[in-house]
């Protein structure tokens, strides 16, 4: 989307990922090499929320190797705009929790099973 307002220039546009909106000043709009711009530009990016918010992508798939689950990356539609994140990302994600999970029940144990040893006078 690009509004102009004579020399102001308002752009919003998405990808790779990313939202972003510029403002811009432009002079001598027309004039070619001679042409200048000054603007400001923010953006937007939440993997997060793809992931959460997502549709899941038949067309991209990962098959964990150890236990044959299939997993999908993650789709948003925003617009002519599409945001994703990688079946692999998906995986990823899920092992990383399943271990940080599993790590933090080891621990949990050890403590209690350190309490349990520990002789009380």
């Not at 798939?61 to 993650?74: A, I, Q, R, V």
Request: glycine content about 8%; proline content about 3%; charged content about 20%.
């Amino acid at each position: 989307m690009n509004l102009s307002l004579g020399p102001l220039r308002f752009r919003a546009f998405a990808g790779d990922n990313w939202s972003s909106v510029e403002l811009a000043y432009v002079s001598r709009d027309e004039g070619g090499l001679a042409r200048r711009e000054t603007a400001v530009r923010a953006g937007f990016k939440s993997e997060h929320a793809i992931a959460s918010l997502g549709a899941d992508n038949p067309a991209d798939t990962f098959e964990c190797p150890n236990t044959g689950t299939l997993y999908f990356g993650k789709l948003v539609k925003q617009g002519n705009a599409v945001h994703a994140i990688s079946a692999k990302q998906v995986y990823t994600a899920a092992l990383m929790a399943k271990v940080e999970k599993d790590a933090t029940a080891a621990g949990l144990r050890a403590a209690e099973e350190a309490k349990l040893a520990i002789p009380v006078a």
